[in-house]
């Protein structure tokens, strides 16, 4: 049974670093599968924040945060990790962790194509 836990979230100022983990447990390989970080802010949708795509080994990140966040894994723990940089308070929100062990067709930002979430860790970014 698959398993997705995201920990790391919590309050930090405007311009602050946070690093949220997500362990994700229960593939029985690690081929063909993306998985990524989402996040919805209070009064609006769910939006790709980076993933990374096991096909073609490449990782990807939404233009909002581009050059502030970094994604990266570590396979020997099935650990994801999103670094967070130089935050705004924009980029309050709740962030999600999900995994899929299907080949993707739409880019690994679409969220609609992932079948394994997490609960979600609340991200809060205020002076």
């Known amino acids: 049974q698959v398993h997705v836990a995201e920990s790391g979230g919590g309050l930090v100022q405007p311009g602050g670093s946070l690093t949220l983990s997500c362990a994700a447990s229960g593939f029985a390989s690690e081929e063909d599968y993306a998985i990524g970080w989402f996040r919805r802010a209070p009064g609006k949708e769910r939006e790709g924040v980076s993933c990374?795509?096991?096909?073609?080994?490449?990782?990807h990140y939404s233009d909002a945060v581009k050059g502030r966040f970094t994604i990266s894994r570590d396979s020997a723990k099935n650990t994801l990790y999103l670094q967070l940089n130089l935050l705004k308070p924009e980029d309050t929100a709740v962030y999600y962790c999900?995994?899929?062990?299907?080949?993707?067709?739409?880019?690994?930002?679409?969220?609609?194509?992932?079948?394994?979430w997490g609960q979600g860790t609340q991200v809060t970014v205020s002076s």
């Open positions: 999900a995994v899929t062990n299907r080949v993707i067709a739409f880019g690994c930002l679409f969220s609609g194509q992932y079948d394994y």
């Open positions: 990374f795509d096991s096909t073609d080994g490449t990782t």
